[in-house]
């Protein structure tokens, strides 16, 4: 007997392909076509804005400690 052709050398019923996905393309999220863009799109600014504060405290920081030496 070969090792592929056993019942537990592969998931899901005797014979048929495992599906990992839908079974069409368009069986879930149908509205949710171009939702990742959108979600990069708002957040991209706001992750800018965050790193430029970082930034800027960094250098406040910077010229409070050079300002006390």
């Not at 930034?55 to 920081?61: D, P, T, W």
């Amino acid at each position: 007997m070969s090792g592929m052709n056993h019942p537990s050398a592969r998931p899901g019923r005797a014979g048929q392909p495992q599906r990992y996905g839908p079974a069409r393309p368009g069986a879930v999220g149908e509205g949710e076509t171009g939702s990742a863009a959108v979600e990069l799109t708002l957040l991209t600014p706001l992750i800018i804005l965050m790193l430029l504060l970082i930034v800027y405290a960094g250098r406040g920081v910077n010229a409070r400690v050079a300002l006390a030496v």
